[in-house]
């Protein structure tokens, strides 16, 4: 007999989900997670509409200030109005640790077992269940599911085709104390772009690409003086003197898993997916395929799929993962790109003040114009007429714990 029914490697915010949609579905799940200690690390902070909609449908705000929203978003820096029919719309600024800390809250709530300190080194598919060993333990799963992120060990121990391609380009970002600068949003320059945004407490988070700038292979984070001369080749400015209190950089490495199931081993979020945090789509991308597996898989391990329902995962999601990857291509080529880009700019600027091209814009970026086999479209004011933290069917056993969202 298996240890658990399904092991989640890793309590980002895709495992974390992940977990309470398991246990939702009535599924016992372990998260085996190789950080002692939740990351503080400044990640991302939009939640779009749809991400929203399922927050709110799971009653993640019980007990805490829910985000303040923000119509105005945009797609690679040329402002899109994100208005549309639903409870959501728009952009929702909440920083990763503190969605992770409500997700965690959630999953551990009910009842999910999240162990740290535990790294998963070996994974072994016997066909008749999954084998996993951290050092310290060995664990016997029905399932595993990796939600390992964007460096994935589950990926790379099973040698999964990973298609796509390696850093053309890089930008270099710092959140910053003790400097005053002009605020700026995409702000292109003749020699790259420019982005920066003070917040309330006076750190200023700065980006910049520089033109034609080689991307170095990395093994760790920028020096913030590297980030400070390339601030100041394309803007002038001087930030040197300022107090680093984090710094990143990101290139736009693109891949995506060729199959998100591998036998009883399966992939969500950065593990299956990366992509650039442009537009802040990772995230939200991520966390919809948990929200698309977990119920799918708590029926196959409690006995309650029709055959064939967790295979619909990869199908559904996959297209999905794909065409977001490819919005982000688009949008990095357009941010990224020098003086040869300001016509497609200049066209899709104008393109967007049509009113069906905003609001194509606007669904897809929110996640809203997913749409499901069988299952149709999505209905904007579904999530009002229900009860939080339920789905459309009953579930199994305890109606008041458990619930499905709508089968395809
Ligand atoms: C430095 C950085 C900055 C980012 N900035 C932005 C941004 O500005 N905007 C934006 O939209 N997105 C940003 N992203 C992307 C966003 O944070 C991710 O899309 C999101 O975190 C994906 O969630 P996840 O749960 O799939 O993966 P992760 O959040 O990466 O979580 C994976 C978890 O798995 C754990 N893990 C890894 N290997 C093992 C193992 N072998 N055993 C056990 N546990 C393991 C990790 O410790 C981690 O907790 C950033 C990502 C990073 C890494």
């Not at 998963?120 to 999954?130: L, N, S, W």
């Not at 945090?277 to 799918?296: C, E, R, T, V």
């Not at 995962?313 to 990857?325: D, I, K, S, W």
């Not at 700019?345 to 749409?371: Q, S």
């Amino acid at each position: 007999m298996p240890d658990a029914q399904v092991v989640v490697v890793g309590a980002g915010p895709v495992g974390l989900l992940l977990a309470g949609e398991l246990r939702l579905g009535g599924a016992g799940v372990l998260v085996l997670e190789r950080l002692e200690e939740p990351t503080t690390e400044s990640r991302a902070s939009t939640l779009h509409a749809r991400t929203m909609e399922i927050f709110d449908s799971r009653g993640l705000w019980d007990g805490v200030d829910g985000p303040v929203g923000d119509a105005r978003g945009h797609f690679a820096g040329i402002p899109v109005d994100l208005t549309l029919p639903g409870s959501r719309p728009g952009l929702w600024k909440v920083p990763q640790t503190d969605t992770e800390r409500l997700l965690a809250r959630r999953a551990a709530g009910l009842g999910a077992d999240i162990r740290r300190g535990q790294e998963v080194r070996a994974v072994t598919d016997t066909g008749a269940y999954v084998e996993v060993d951290t050092g310290d333990q060995v664990v016997r799963a029905a399932w595993l599911v990796a939600c390992d992120g964007e460096d994935s060990t589950v990926r790379r121990l099973l040698g999964a085709d990973f298609p796509g391609h390696d850093a053309r380009r890089e930008l270099l970002r710092a959140d910053v104390a003790g400097i005053e600068i002009p605020d700026r949003r995409f702000e292109r320059l003749p020699d790259g772009l420019a982005v920066a945004a003070r917040r309330a407490d006076g750190v200023t988070r700065i980006m910049v690409h520089e033109h034609g700038a080689p991307v170095p292979v990395r093994t760790g984070p920028p020096a913030y003086e590297e980030i400070a001369r390339a601030w100041k080749r394309v803007t002038g400015e001087d930030v040197g003197g300022g107090t680093p209190l984090w710094v990143n950089a990101f290139d736009d490495t693109t891949r995506q898993l060729a199959h998100y199931r591998h036998g009883r081993v399966l992939f969500a979020g950065d593990a299956a997916h990366r992509q650039p945090p442009i537009g802040g789509q990772a995230l939200n991308l991520g966390l919809h395929d948990a929200f698309d597996l977990g119920w799918k898989l708590a029926a196959e391990v409690t006995g309650r799929a029709r055959p064939g329902l967790l295979d619909t995962y990869h199908a559904e999601r996959h297209p999905v993962g794909a065409r977001t990857l490819s919005s982000i291509e688009a949008q990095a080529l357009l941010l990224f790109g020098g003086p040869e880009v300001e016509p497609v700019r200049a066209l899709l600027t104008e393109l967007i003040g049509h009113e069906p091209v905003r609001a194509h814009l606007a669904a897809m970026i929110g996640g809203l114009d997913v749409p499901y086999e069988g299952a149709g479209v999505r209905l904007p004011h579904i999530n009002e007429l229900l009860p939080v933290g339920k789905g459309l069917l009953p579930g199994p056993a305890d109606t008041t714990t458990r619930g499905n969202p709508p089968c395809p």
